[in-house]
């Protein structure tokens, strides 16, 4: 654990507070159901942090507070398997299109049968059967290792949300057997599957999610432990497809909006990535009709809007406005 006494950033530490006294009296959205477990969420936690490239950290409210990964996870898979089989390879069995449905749609590319895009369950879960496919029985202790190494801290299952995808999964093991019936993904679907429930039932906090931003800001290195974690060529792909594709059917406003890469979970956190200089992370588990936190998004919104974040915003000429501030 680092420590985060020798690391605060008092500049960026009145920007979350102000953040998070601004939104902590957001009422709009409803925590997720389709996942049972996750209806035990408190509707009023609500965590900032934001971690720098160069490892300093600002955080407020509830922050500690663990949740699971959900689809956070998605765009960090992504990069494992392209690290893995090659960009031409995954190229073969998941595209890089948006595909304008929601998160669950059951709907593959016409021609090629290839899901839209990995940020979608159809993706993730092809690329989850990608990884399950060359570690086997080995493929999710090979996964919490990347994902702690990108966090700087260990990370564990929640047992009690897995068991709950596990149970109520159907729609998704209906995605896999789709994917299955026309080759896109091996014929080991259930172990497959079972991995994706896992993967996106990993326990992190907002500070996790913030320096795993963190680590893709520093172009793949973890800021706070120095650890390299991802290929910095890796990096760029799962910036892009964050860009284009990280907010579901919402990608497109939030890329008029917001204008960085990010991705979003149903259990709350909301994760963006300012390239070379922030990793961004909210969590607050009420969402949006689209499955995004109605709080993590005005976070982001503001957050943007006043330090010039996004890349075709006048201010930012190579962020240098808020490089200046750091």
Known sequence: MFDMTERNHPWLQDIVEQLHTRHKGVKAGEVASYIPELTKADPDSFGICVVTADGKIAETGDADKTFTIQSTS???????????????????????????????????????????????????????????????????????????????????????????????????????????????????????????????????????LAVMGGTLSNLGKNPITGEEVFDIDRVKDMLSIMFTCGM?????????????????????????????????ASYSPPLDERGNSCRGINVCVDLANELGLHAFDCMNEGSSYLKALL
């Open 74 to 208: 998605k765009p960090f898979t992504y990069g494992m398997a392209l690290e893995i089989y090659g960009a031409d390879k995954v190229a073969e069995h998941v595209g890089v299109e948006p595909s304008g449905d929601a998160f669950n749609s059951i709907e593959l590319q016409k021609q090629s049968h290839r899901p839209f895009n990995p940020m979608i369950n159809a993706g993730a879960i092809t690329v989850t059967a990608l990884l399950y496919q060359k570690y086997k029985d080995e493929a999710l202790d090979f996964m919490l290792s990347r994902f702690s190494a990108a966090a700087g801290r260990e990370l564990s299952i929640d047992e009690s949300v897995y068991q709950s995808e596990s149970r109520t999964g159907h729609r998704n093991r209906a995605i896999a057997h789709l994917l299955l019936n026309f080759g896109i993904i091996p014929e080991d679907v259930e172990p497959a599957l079972d991995l994706y429930f896992k993967q996106c039932a990993i326990l992190v906090n907002c500070r996790d």
């Open 248 to 280: 579901y059917d919402y990608s497109g406003q939030w890329a008029y909006k917001v204008g960085v890469p990010a991705k979003s979970g149903v259990a709350g956190g909301v994760l963006a990535v300012v390239n070379r200089q922030l990793g961004i």
